[in-house]
């Protein structure tokens, strides 16, 4: 069975940083894009970014510069941090494991989220 499971949300500040860690087990996704979504209340959820199996980065415009996506193969661990957090960045973040580019319809694995609150 395959499980995707998110630590490392919380509170902060405007201006503060969080980091998202999202460990897999159950099968190693070394040869598929590990990524980040986000849904925001009364939203879509969104691409936020995604490290491919080459360690090629994507990022979505609204978070470049501010986020860093990492992933570490070995332990089939994916993390993202967030510098510069913006109010705006409030949402629940999900891992997707499995597929690919920044579709949510192409990932075959997601966690169960983790909220992050930004205040102003």
């Known amino acids: 069975q395959v499980q995707l499971v998110e630590s490392g949300g919380g509170l902060v500040q405007a201006g503060g940083s969080l980091r998202l860690s999202c460990a897999a087990s159950?099968?190693?996704?070394?040869?598929?894009?590990m990524g980040w979504f986000r849904q925001a209340p009364g939203k879509e959820r969104e691409f936020v970014s995604t490290?491919?199996?080459?360690?090629?980065?994507y990022y979505a415009d609204s978070v470049k510069g501010r986020f860093t996506i990492s992933r570490d193969n070995a332990q089939n661990t994916v993390t993202l941090q967030m510098n510069s957090l913006k109010p705006e960045d409030t949402a629940r973040y999900y891992c997707?494991?499995?597929?690919?580019?920044?579709?949510?319809?192409?990932?075959?694995?997601w966690g169960q989220g983790t909220q992050v609150t930004v205040s102003s």
């Open positions: 997707a494991a499995g597929g690919y580019g920044a579709d949510s319809k192409n990932y075959d694995y």
């Open positions: 159950g099968r190693t996704f070394s040869r598929y894009a």
């Open positions: 490290i491919n199996w080459t360690g090629n980065l």
